[in-house]
């Protein structure tokens, strides 16, 4: 229960990914606008998501900030009604990203602390189809709203109420881990796998038998090297598309939602998918193919 209120946050995020860029282009602004906008709020967003994460764990806090983020957004969303300069719309704009950015390290945490180390995969895994389905009911919406002719003051609104919403569930819903320990011991265990690879690869050379074990670690530096590349290729291709699609394809607004609704179900599909495989244990050479598919596909 604790997950409906990022639900009804990514529902807001969902229509607004499409709608602030056409928005930004027809009150005036550029690609350029909306590239330096994404820029600039992604730079930000990379000390604040160190911060918020720091903040957490220094104060033994997790709902409050879920709760910041969550109203932080609502109240800023209700500015974006009042401005049409666009120097000033940035600047909301990288603000709401910075606050956005909030409730990442808190949920991460509850979902490592409200459940064992076998779960946590399948349990990311749930959480994130969860949401996408809530960023696609989102998605649909703008399709209704496009149809309807919803003004971009009614639609911002919709948005921050969505948010406010998510604030005042996660109020009542989320709780604090009563014991912040899961993380600790699976530190733990590492540490003890180590060392008994350590003592089994010895004791097999003083015996002279053959060594098939390893004490190599997981290359986190490559890892996250990878994934820094992963998100660059996905925002390059993905911030400028609503406005390709739209002007330079001439696709109608609801057309552009409804190509995002496919790429949204798909992605909802996948993670239902991938939390019925993870028992097999395959997470490398699942992540392989996935990155391997996605640079075929982006050059089709």
Not at 15 to 38: C, H, N, T
Not at 129 to 142: A, S
Not at 278 to 289: F, N, Y
């Amino acid at each position: 229960m604790w997950r409906l209120g990022f639900f009804f946050h990514e529902m807001a995020f969902g229509l607004l990914s499409i709608f602030l860029p056409l928005y930004v282009v027809s009150i005036g602004g550029s690609l350029l606008d909306v590239g330096l906008m994404a820029s600039v709020a992604t730079l930000l967003a990379i000390p604040a998501s160190f911060f918020w994460g720091y903040i957490c764990d220094k104060t033994g806090r997790y709902k409050r900030y879920i709760l910041i983020s969550f109203f932080a957004s609502s109240a800023l969303l209700c500015f974006f009604t009042f401005t049409r300069d666009i120097g000033l719309f940035i600047i909301l704009y990288v603000a709401m990203a910075v606050f956005h950015v909030a409730h990442e390290p808190p949920k991460n945490v509850l979902i490592a602390e409200l459940y064992t180390r076998e779960k946590w995969e399948r349990s990311f895994a749930f959480y994130e189809g969860f949401t996408e389905v809530g960023w696609l009911i989102g998605l649909v919406m703008g399709v209704f709203v496009s149809f309807l002719d919803f003004n971009s003051t009614t639609i911002l609104l919709m948005c921050s109420g969505l948010n406010f919403l998510a604030f005042a569930l996660s109020l009542f819903l989320v709780s604090d881990p009563l014991l912040i320990f899961e993380r600790g011991l699976v530190h733990i265990e590492k540490s003890i796998d180590f060392a008994c690879r350590g003592v089994t690869i010895a004791s097999k050379v003083l015996d002279g038998l053959p060594i098939s074990e390893s004490l190599t670690k997981e290359n986190l530096a490559s890892f996250c090297s990878g994934l820094v590349f992963f998100a660059f290729a996905t925002s390059t291709l993905f911030t400028p598309l609503p406005i390709f699609l739209s002007q330079n394809l001439g696709l109608a607004t609801s057309m552009v939602y409804a190509v995002y609704i496919l790429n949204s179900g798909a992605g909802a599909v996948g993670y239902f998918l991938a939390s019925k495989r993870l028992e097999l244990h395959e997470e490398k050479m699942h992540l392989q193919k996935v990155v391997i598919l996605r640079s075929t596909l982006a050059f089709s």
